[in-house]
């Protein structure tokens, strides 16, 4: 503990030691910004570009933070935004800001990655990001099973695809079916994600199963976007003649609308086979598996509740063949 307040004192003296630089307007500019949180609403509305998206992104109401950024503009007698009908861009004075705030930010995340990486405890929030499907399907069916072993660990379940800058604190763990590219990040692959076509007991009753090919079937297809483009290939290529009853860019509602009977859908075998409302199609061949990517920063893995979570993750996304292998 000695050690890191050490640590802590010294980010404090390198944070004042920036903000002693001479910028234009003037170094009263920067001594103003000691404020973390000030330097944390300039970054996010300048990368966020409105308000309206700043304010989510800090869990604050947009008129707190218009109230905050014109108290800080006042404080340094400069305007660092203009307001244009597209949203909040960066003035020259702000531009000339940036790459210190910038300074100070790695420097502050850089302490708290420190502090939360030596917590033993196994306690404390963890923020965890996955994809809906991953989310829904993978990982919530289990978190009884963590919440009884740890229930002083509060997991933060972020169900998106977009990209997450975890040096940022955006979140602690990712879980990503593409490999993170960002630095400093422990990165590990846990498992293959195979998928199958499969129906529903009722839609099996009226319509019968597809065996030689897809003619006359009712079919639900992936939006018609990048990240699909494979699985879309795939189905297309064997298409037959069958119709498109649904498009959609959420796998947790295509695997609903299948459940339902509205057609034949390409599911996560995994989850799908376990499903005793659902049958699979007897059709050979199969897409290209996806893989499950576990990203976590390099200063947050010998955080006691980050190990916690990791190890549980391992347990429920790693198949016990493909563990053992």
Not at 116 to 125: F, I, S
Not at 152 to 172: F, G, H, K, P
Request: proline letters at 5%; glycine letters at 6%; aromatic letters at 6%.
């Amino acid at each position: 503990m000695k050690d890191l307040a050490l640590r802590k004192r010294s980010c404090s003296q390198s944070i004042g030691a920036l903000l002693q630089l001479q910028i234009q307007p003037s170094a009263a500019m920067m001594q103003a910004m000691f404020n973390w949180d000030d330097v944390r609403y300039f970054l996010t509305l300048h990368r966020q570009g409105t308000l309206a998206a700043a304010g989510a992104a800090l869990t604050l109401d947009p008129t707190t933070v218009g109230r905050r950024l014109l108290k800080l503009e006042d404080e340094l007698g400069a305007r660092l935004f203009d307001r244009t009908p597209s949203g909040y861009v960066l003035t020259e004075a702000g531009h000339r800001l940036l790459p210190r705030a910038e300074r100070i930010e790695r420097e502050a995340l850089g302490v708290e990655r420190d502090v939360a990486g030596e917590d033993q405890k196994l306690e404390g929030v963890v923020r965890l990001t996955a994809t809906e499907m991953l989310t829904t399907r993978f990982i919530a069916p289990h978190l009884r099973r963590f919440r009884e072993r740890y229930p002083e660990i509060q997991l933060e379940l972020q169900c998106t695809n977009l990209s997450v800058n975890l040096a940022r604190r955006e979140a602690d763990i990712a879980l990503r079916l593409a490999r993170p590219t960002q630095e400093d990040l422990i990165i590990k692959r846990l498992s293959f994600i195979h998928l199958g076509l499969y129906a529903s007991l009722d839609y099996a009753d009226r319509y019968g199963l597809p065996k030689d090919s897809l003619v006359g079937h009712q079919m639900i297809l992936f939006a018609n976007v990048r990240p699909f483009r494979r699985e879309n290939d795939w189905i297309e290529a064997r298409m037959d003649g069958a119709r498109v009853a649904l498009r959609s860019d959420s796998v947790s509602a295509i695997y609903s609308a299948t459940v339902a009977g509205t057609g034949i859908g390409l599911l996560p075998c995994l989850v799908a086979d376990h499903d005793r409302q659902l049958v699979r199609v007897p059709l050979e061949g199969a897409p290209e598996p996806r893989q499950i990517w576990q990203a976590v920063h390099k200063d947050l893995r010998d955080s006691a509740r980050i190990r916690a979570v990791l190890d549980f993750l391992g347990k429920v996304l790693t198949p016990p063949q493909e563990a053992a292998a």
